[in-house]
């Protein structure tokens, strides 16, 4: 019986003894509380989250071919290129408990402009696109800092021709006599542009990003000096087509 005490005591030690040492090891005084913490924290910190804004530029690739046989002998001054050179900003955030989705809103535009100079008289054509989109975006990480995000942006914009007709100069008293000319050609669109994002963490507050997609633009009416209606016109007369480029962000992000 004597026997039997002292092997239970000393089993009681130990289990006490042992218990003690990895609660310290552990940085912690109970085991069990310990170990789901550290679990937590494991699924927490592969959780996405990023918080800024910044600087993003792009070349949208036009249909041409679309863009140059639809538009109006009035409004030639020759072919335009495919390429539109796109710039401007967005912002956004994500939070740990929104499960690596990242919500943005972002506006960019740009403008192709043709001239011709006849020598008493300038003329200027102008090409210019504008998105003003909300984004949706899924990170996945897969590397310290680097990150892909498969997501959609969805917004609304103009697509516009002007042209703009005059001489090189005349003075003062005679403005509004001038033989001067300007037409607008334009429509409302609404846009979705489904795209990838791969961007990296320089640090917790600095980050680049490439991205690449698809512009899908189905336009409202087209209107001439804003008050004249235009019917029939193609439905490919538009500013779909693919879209590339790079931005540059300061924030906050996780880089881990």
């Not at 042992?18 to 912690?28: D, E, L, S, V």
């Not at 993003?56 to 030639?76: E, F, M, R, T, V």
């Not at 021709?161 to 509004?176: H, K, L, M, P």
């Amino acid at each position: 019986m004597r026997t039997y005490r002292i092997v239970c005591t000393a089993l009681t030690i130990l289990l006490l003894s042992t218990r003690c040492m990895i609660a310290q090891n552990n940085g912690g005084d109970n085991l069990g509380e310990i170990t789901f913490e550290e679990l937590k924290d494991n699924k927490t910190s592969s959780r996405y989250f990023a918080a800024g804004g910044g600087f993003i530029i792009g070349s949208l690739q036009l249909n041409a071919d679309n863009i140059n046989n639809n538009l109006p002998a009035a409004y030639k001054l020759g072919n335009f290129p495919s390429s539109l050179l796109v710039t401007g900003g967005q912002g956004f955030v994500a939070f740990e408990f929104t499960y690596n989705l990242r919500l943005g809103i972002s506006s960019m535009g740009g403008t192709k402009t043709l001239t011709m100079d006849t020598g008493s008289t300038k003329r200027n054509l102008d090409m210019s696109a504008s998105f003003n989109s909300l984004s949706l975006d899924y990170a996945i990480s897969v590397a310290k800092g680097l990150t892909i995000l498969p997501g959609v942006q969805i917004g609304f914009g103009t697509f516009r021709f002007e042209r703009y007709d005059g001489v090189d100069t005349a003075s003062y008293n005679r403005i509004g006599t001038i033989n001067n000319s300007m037409k607008r050609l334009e429509t409302s669109q609404f846009t979705i542009q489904p795209g990838l994002n791969i961007e990296y963490s320089i640090s917790s507050i600095a980050m680049i990003r490439a991205y690449a997609g698809y512009n899908v633009a189905s336009n409202g009416d087209w209107t001439e000096n804003r008050v004249t209606k235009i019917s029939a016109v193609d439905t490919k007369f538009n500013s779909s087509g693919v879209i590339f480029g790079a931005g540059v962000f300061v924030g906050l992000f996780r880089n881990e």
